[in-house]
């Protein structure tokens, strides 16, 4: 055997700088930005990934030995004006032309000109999206022990006999190595090798001078011939690119690698090595292999820093971590770089392969996973030649092996991987996804709490909202996880056009991202993503609350309270009478309003055996001394009669043997106050129903009228007693609850009616030519607020609007468009008047 190396090897080509990069943070935009499409969005996205993590190195100019021939590598903005750089040197480069033409340029500064001085005056030039330091990354090397150790016992670790069983390979798949070249005469490596592509030499790869690149191809595809080694796939083919020699790799090289993988049609690139600056050129390019469907595989680095390395950090790339297999019980390895953006782990510790003396050769590093991973991705792709790069990246973290018991943990993503798992998971386990990025795939949802998953890594989720009406629009997204980073994305659609208005990640994984801002009507899109491309088998909870806007409202949290609050809005400098009603039945209580305005009181509520703190509070309050009981004492209890003269307040109980008889002894009562003997005119409703009789409350208390119960086919005596003496007497309702028979028994009645309450109430206010201009809101489902309203209507002589809990009846907004109310107030909470009616009534001001 030939002398052998252990390497703790890296080949993680790291230059000296490190640039500041700055978190992601709350975007929103000053002017919204308009797109073309939600995949357009996405692609944008992308290419404009920044990491969040800082890296702890200080912002430094860069020796000019880490830079290739004084290059600095320009992207121009799109549609910017042609960029003056006559005192440059313009290198013509073939692939960032073919990569966008017109966008991407490479110029040399010359040696009379200070280079930092230039990087910087082209950097804040108006026409420039970016300019970068064409870097070159130097290889680390540390020697290791001179003896070869046979046994490859790590791939025993991750189950790869059993994953040999299924397949070894496809010779159709091709993995790409971008690297240091290969030694292509390697027995180990016969048959594996096309002639890939030498960058520096522009022609086949002949050699590998640092036997990096010769290391890394072994792991992946060393062939299955009893000699030597065995690759993770040693029936797949690998096309070498020697993109670095001894003395480094360029960016530009680089680039030119991942180009003529792409164009050579491969399956994955396996990158060992990084960096730790963001580069904008590498974001584009290997985005665009990412779309092309090739599995993107790079080493997360080696220095024990959550630091952010690239490649491996950007989120379409898998970023592999490295496991200690020599232990009694496999660990994260101690040099092995770790974040939230570790995808999975492979051993990365004493890893025998081929060599560039044509010998073998043990290491460690992540440089040593990734071809672990690479290859089982190539055997992925073997067995299931349509999976997309997601499919892939999904079957090697959903059969890995999580060391640490959670999901997903920093130092070995979602475990370190297994062959045998990974090849036997099927994509049903991912789930049906309800909702995709783009429009006719968004998911329709409307204010509420939603739970989705993303079901596959960079799983874009895309919701569609209608705003009905103008108001607050609240997101909450968060996961019970600790690997998942939310980013939400905020779009709306005006004439057909879509604007994002808010790019939303202000916090880190595990901690939930929220937005509210004000939404005008229309369609607006919320776009849930992982700032990681995570995946995971919990739900993410999506909330989407929304506070419209809505017109002045008087409530409390109950219907006694809101005849409190109802009292204390038209009674602020107090009053000596109360009247008291029942709040939980209406008979007895209907007829009072008309006393209540008269004795310049309000009506509020109390229970059946109790009067209530809130009620006693607003009594002591108003200053009262006296009180009217409405109702007898199954009504209202004598206990209730008993704390209002502890309090020190006079009691009337004005009441009957049933409800006719109680709405006569109101009306005999409005006469005695009045001085009286009969009404000029009183309103005649159904006793067995509320919504009539409350509709023409308002008027007849403004114009001391009574409102008198009765039955439906006959005026009970009582009533009759004092309706035959009525000058005018308004019938309220059809003949269905108010006989033809009582308004032929009735002199000079006059009917106010509809097909139902609604059109009832609206005939009573055009009927009686009741002003307009303000009105009260209030639902005709329950009786509580419209009866302890009336009283504050008559005071400030509007009418009240009779309404469905959660919807405007046709015939009320009719009467709105004809009448054009200015203003309105709602009586009661959101139970009883939503916000959905509250918003469309200030929407159909403006109609």
Excluded: C
């Amino acid at each position: 055997m030939k002398n052998l190396l252990k390497i703790l090897v890296t080949m993680f080509f790291l230059s000296s700088l490190s640039i500041f990069l700055d978190p992601f943070y709350v975007l929103a935009e000053k002017e919204p930005k308009k797109i073309k499409s939600f995949q357009q969005e996405e692609n944008q996205v992308r290419s404009q990934f920044k990491p969040k993590i800082v890296t702890s190195q200080t912002k430094k100019s860069i020796p000019l030995n880490k830079i290739n021939d004084r290059q600095i590598v320009i992207k121009k903005k799109d549609g910017g004006d042609t960029l003056n750089l006559h005192k440059y040197e313009i290198i013509d480069n073939d692939v960032l032309e073919k990569l966008a033409p017109g966008i991407w340029m490479t110029v040399r500064v010359p040696e009379s000109l200070h280079y930092d001085d230039e990087l910087s005056s082209i950097h804040k030039l108006p026409e420039v999206e970016s300019a970068s330091p064409d870097l070159i990354y130097q290889p680390s090397y540390i020697p290791g022990d001179p003896y070869y150790k046979s046994q490859q016992n790590y791939l025993n670790k991750i189950d790869m006999e059993k994953a040999w069983e299924i397949t070894q390979g496809a010779s159709q798949v091709k993995v790409a190595v971008i690297d240091s070249g290969i030694t292509a005469s390697h027995e180990d490596l016969t048959s594996r090798l096309t002639d890939g592509l030498d960058v520096i030499n522009s022609g086949p790869v002949r050699s590998d001078e640092v036997g990096h690149g010769t290391h890394v191809t072994g792991i992946i595809a060393a062939n299955a011939n009893t000699k030597g080694v065995i690759g993770v796939s040693p029936k797949v083919k690998v096309e070498p690119i020697k993109a670095g020699t001894t003395r480094g790799m360029s960016t530009t090289a680089i680039i030119r690698g991942v180009q003529h993988a792409i164009d050579e049609e491969v399956d994955v690139i396996n990158m060992s090595f990084g960096g730790y600056t963001a580069d904008p050129l590498l974001q584009d390019v290997l985005w665009q292999a990412y779309q092309e469907g090739i599995v993107l595989v790079a080493a997360s680095g080696n220095d024990g820093t959550s630091a952010f390395s690239f490649p491996a950090g950007y989120p379409w790339v898998i970023a592999v971590g490295a496991t200690d297999t020599t232990r009694s019980s496999t660990t994260a390895a101690s040099f092995s770089n770790y974040g939230p953006h570790i995808d999975v782990a492979a051993p990365g510790v004493d890893i025998v392969s081929t060599d560039h003396f044509g010998g073998y050769g043990s290491g460690d590093g992540t440089s040593f996973s990734a071809p672990i991973v690479s290859g089982l991705a190539a055997l992925l792709k073997s067995k299931y030649p349509e999976w997309d790069p997601s499919q892939v990246e999904f079957a090697l973290q959903n059969g890995a092996e999580q060391l640490y018991g959670q999901e997903s943990h920093p130092y070995v993503g979602f475990g370190q991987v297994n062959g045998y798992q990974s090849l036997t998971t099927s994509l049903s386990v991912m789930g049906r996804d309800t909702s995709t990025w783009s429009m006719d795939g968004a998911m329709n949802i409307t204010a509420g709490t939603y739970n989705e998953k993303f079901n596959f890594p960079n799983d874009n989720d895309l919701y569609a909202f209608t705003m009905e009406y103008p108001g607050e629009l609240s997101l909450n997204l968060s996961h019970r996880g600790n690997h998942i980073d939310h980013v939400m994305n905020v779009y709306q659609e005006v004439n057909g056009v879509i604007y994002e208005l808010y790019s939303i990640d202000s916090r880190y994984e595990g901690q939930p991202e929220t937005l509210s801002f004000y939404a005008e009507r229309g369609n607006y899109y919320i776009g849930v993503s992982d700032y990681y491309a995570n995946w995971s088998k919990n739900p993410y909870v999506l909330e989407v609350k929304q506070k419209l806007d809505q017109p002045e409202r008087i409530y409390g949290e109950n219907r006694y309270e809101t005849a409190v609050q109802i009292s204390r809005e038209g009674f602020k400098d107090g009053t000596d009478t109360i009247v008291l009603a029942q709040g939980q039945d209406f008979p007895d209580a209907l007829s009072g309003s008309p006393l209540a305005y008269e004795m310049n009181a309000p009506i509020l509520l109390t229970r059946s055996h109790t009067l209530g703190d809130e009620t006693k509070n607003e009594i002591e309050r108003l200053g009262a001394n006296e009180v009217y009981i409405l109702g007898g004492t199954v009504a209202i209890h004598t206990d209730v009669e008993k704390e209002l003269k502890q309090m020190g307040l006079q009691v009337t109980r004005i009441s009957g043997e049933n409800r006719y008889q109680t709405s006569a002894e109101i009306a005999r009562e409005l006469l005695r106050i009045q001085d009286r003997s009969s009404f000029d005119k009183a309103f005649v409703s159904y006793g067995h129903n509320f919504p009539d009789a409350l509709a023409s409350a308002p008027y007849a208390a403004q114009n001391g009228y009574p409102i008198l119960l009765t039955k439906q086919k006959a005026l009970p005596e009582e009533i009759r007693s004092i309706a035959r003496d009525v000058n005018q007497p308004f019938v309220v309702g059809g003949q269905n609850v108010v006989s033809d028979q009582i308004l032929r028994d009735l002199p000079n009645g006059v009917r106010f009616s509809g097909n139902n309450r609604y059109a009832t109430a609206v005939e009573i206010i055009e009927g009686l030519d009741m002003d307009t201009n303000e009105v009260f809101v209030v639902t005709g489902q329950s009786f509580a607020d419209a009866l302890t309203g009336s009283v504050l209507a008559a005071i400030r002589q509007q009418p009240i609007l009779l309404v469905r809990t959660n919807a405007i009846p046709e015939e009320m907004e009719a009467l709105i468009h004809r009448n054009q109310p200015k203003a309105y107030t709602i009586l009661g909470g959101f139970g009883a008047v939503n916000e959905e009616v509250g918003a469309r009534l200030l929407q159909l001001t403006l109609e």
